[in-house]
């Protein structure tokens, strides 16, 4: 991990105090949240605390219980969905890690809900009291589907309401894109998620950004940088 990454990892302690990773003041994409998240579980669990990771993506945790998970039922029965604790026991848990937590919906309820489970209570209301310590790691600027309303504010609302403590840890730096801040501060205006609006991409000493007409050539030039021992991967996003 990233020394600031592991800042946050390293120092929290279970207590009946809320820590919330990282701030929406200065939220960074690909700041390594779920880094923290799984090491975070990995060494709770070896310490014996009751702890679980959930999250609001049904391909994410699907893969973590299929690749870190592969041949364990008790590591698989880790990773959970936000909506799995609708009846938890209050406090049941030490820990309960919400990765991506931007996610989070109104309420745990959908067309497939039993109707002795319905209720109107919130999503983020049964995560908070699920364990004695909830951490919430989220970027509001990942948001993917209508109706996901994790924010910050949200989420310290409710946990200020019922009179626990908040601790928020700012994630500022970029796990990916080589730490570029160039790259992220063109991202940001380019998506209108920054003041300013768009502007031309003028260069990184340490970062290249470049287009391909087509995914073949796109391709094309990836293979060429393997041809030079360099590693590479094609990737698509959410489309």
């Known amino acids: 991990m990233l020394s600031e990454q ?16 990282p701030s929406s003041s200065s939220p960074a994409a690909q700041s390594g949240k779920s880094v923290i998240a799984l090491s975070l579980l990995g060494e709770l669990s070896r310490q014996g605390r009751a702890v679980l990771h959930a999250t609001g993506s049904r391909s994410f945790t699907e893969t973590l219980r299929r690749v870190p998970g592969r041949g364990s039922s008790k590591v698989k029965n880790l990773f959970k969905y ?3 604790f609708m009846k938890a026991e209050r406090n049941g848990l030490d820990v309960l890690i919400c990765d991506e937590a931007h996610r989070i919906r109104e309420t745990s309820q959908n067309r497939y809900t039993p109707a002795r489970l319905r209720n109107n209570r919130r999503q983020v209301d049964e995560l908070i009291d699920a364990a004695r310590v909830p951490v919430f790691l989220l970027d509001e600027h990942q948001v993917v589907r209508p109706g996901e309303m994790g924010t910050v504010a949200e989420i310290m609302s409710h946990a200020e309401a019922r009179g626990f403590r908040v601790h928020e840890i700012s994630l500022d730096e970029q796990f990916r894109c080589g730490g570029s801040r160039a790259y992220e501060e063109w991202v940001l205006r380019l998506l209108g998620l920054r ?5 031309p991409w003028l260069g990184d000493d340490h970062f290249s950004v470049s287009a391909a007409e087509c995914p073949q050539e796109l391709e094309a030039l990836l293979r060429s940088k393997l041809d030079k021992g360099y590693s590479a991967r094609m990737t698509a996003g959410f489309c």
């Open 82 to 84: 936000f909506n799995s």
């Open 6 to 21: 592991s800042q946050p990892y390293l120092h929290q302690e279970p207590s009946r105090s809320l820590p919330r990773l």
């Open 195 to 199: 003041a300013g609006g768009p502007v």
